[in-house]
């Protein structure tokens, strides 16, 4: 088996602990799939930091995963649909109790109505809409989705929470003297945590009943509007990220969490490919330095894409030349 050069990645990885101010956690994990070799790196990941909106991977996987047991309350019929979860990301929800941060059906678009859940799920991940958040949260009911997390999922409470939606959080956070993690409305999670819910849903299938719902659960994360931020070209990511600013304490969040597969080259032997589930965090203080803290984040953690990326291709050039 060739051995990769991994001294980019490593530099990389130097270059974001250094992200200033703050702390900064991340967990870079690979499977053994052969060629090129498997990676894993950590650091602060067993420490729980604000996830900001990178939570709300639970609250689609919770819903995906009651809906396709016909668990939801009061959940429509199969009927017409194909599935039960066909059936239910059909249903009409109602948009009429706005929250702040929403490009779709936020306060700043003014949206009221009905629309398909599908829409919904789609503009909590893909946007990041706080409002859509709440509609799912309300939905599925937020203490399943804590149920899911806990018990399905197997995480550990303190060491991740979620608010009870982002209306409260954000109505929290409002009062002087309260910060982002806090005992009361927060978003917290550790890297190794991200880690295993990733590994658990995008490398295997261990929560949902059907392939058709892991590949909707995939679908949804695709289209994270993170991913261009962070992600080099010609490669697949699920992913979600987010941040967030509590500009009286001067505290600053940004995250991203997911799973990526890099390509290398196709040899006679086999695609050689680098799957990779990741978490990065970082927490900062500073009155003025929210614009530059959230710049200094992505570009770091483009840094280190970019170099697992360089890190595929040329571990497939060694296992072509080789033989493997």
């Not at 991200?194 to 995008?202: A, D, E, G, P, V």
């Not at 490919?273 to 990065?280: E, G, S, T, Y």
Request: net charge negative; proline share 5%.
């Amino acid at each position: 088996m060739p051995t990769g050069d991994t001294s980019q990645i490593q530099a990389a990885l130097d270059n974001f602990k250094k992200l200033p101010s703050g702390k900064a956690a991340y967990v870079i994990e690979s499977p053994d799939v052969g060629r090129p070799p498997s990676v894993s790196y950590g650091w602060n990941n067993n420490e729980s930091l604000f996830c900001a909106s990178s939570f709300k991977v639970f609250v689609l996987a919770a819903y995906l995963y009651y809906a396709e047991r016909e668990e939801l309350s009061n959940q429509p019929p199969q009927g017409k649909y194909p599935s039960l979860l066909d059936a239910a990301l059909a249903e009409p929800l109602t948009v009429n109790d706005h929250t702040a941060g929403g490009k779709v059906f936020g306060y700043e678009a003014g949206v009221t109505g009905t629309t398909s859940a599908t829409a919904i799920l789609a503009a909590m991940i893909a946007y990041s809409d706080n409002t859509a958040t709440d509609i799912a949260m309300k939905r599925v009911g937020v203490a399943n989705v804590r149920k899911f997390m806990y018990e399905t999922a197997g995480l550990h409470s303190p060491d991740v929470r979620i608010p009870d939606s982002t209306k409260a959080f954000y109505e929290y956070l409002s009062s002087p003297g309260h910060h982002l993690i806090n005992d009361e409305e927060t978003m917290v999670c550790t890297s190794n945590a991200f880690l295993k819910f990733y590994r658990q849903t995008i490398n295997g299938n261990r929560y949902f009943k059907n392939e058709e719902t892991r590949r909707q659960f995939m679908w949804f994360l695709s289209m994270s509007e993170a991913i261009p931020l962070a992600i080099p070209t010609d490669t697949v990511c699920y992913m979600k990220g987010g941040d967030a600013n509590n500009p009286d304490e001067g505290e600053h969040a940004a995250a991203i969490a997911g799973h990526v597969t890099f390509p290398g080259i196709t040899t006679g032997y086999d695609n050689n490919i680098l799957p990779v589930n990741f978490a990065m965090l970082y927490n900062w203080t500073g009155q003025d330095n929210l614009a530059s803290g959230t710049q200094a984040f992505r570009e770091a953690a483009k840094g280190v894409f970019v170099a697992l990326k360089n890190y595929a291709v040329q571990g497939g050039k060694n296992y072509a030349v080789q033989g493997g």
